[in-house]
């Protein structure tokens, strides 16, 4: 079965820095995309950034140049790191994963809060 856990959350003040990590566990034969989304109270879930198995990255247009997704298929561990923090960043960040078990399939980490205060 396999597992995604996140770290690095917590609280910061507004134009300070985080680093996010998602690290996988079980039995994964590849991993094709990790990705980071979140989700703002009252919000649907959007995305943050991912990252493909070749390096291709895509991040969401109003976060470009302050969030950098970054990956290490050997440790299967993401990384998203957030500088210049703004108090509309607060919110859970989820950390997902497109991998190879069997199939393909899709997994999510359990998220963890990030709240930036004014």
């Known amino acids: 079965q396999v597992q995604l856990v996140e770290s690095g959350g917590g609280l910061v003040q507004a134009g300070g820095s985080l680093t996010l990590s998602c690290v996988a566990s079980?039995?994964?034969?590849?991993?094709?995309?990790m990705g980071w989304y979140r989700q703002a109270p009252g919000k649907q879930r959007e995305l943050v950034a991912t990252?493909?198995?070749?390096?291709?990255?895509n991040y969401a247009d109003s976060l470009k140049g302050r969030f950098t997704i970054s990956r290490d298929n050997a440790k299967k561990t993401v990384y998203l790191q957030m500088n210049n923090l703004k108090p509309e960043d607060t919110a859970v960040y989820y950390c997902?994963?497109?991998?190879?078990?069997?199939?393909?399939?899709?997994?999510w980490g359990q998220g963890t809060q990030v709240t930036v205060s004014s």
């Open positions: 079980g039995s994964i034969f590849s991993i094709n995309t």
């Open positions: 997902n994963y497109v991998a190879r078990t069997g199939d393909m399939r899709t997994y």
């Open positions: 990252m493909t198995s070749g390096s291709r990255t």
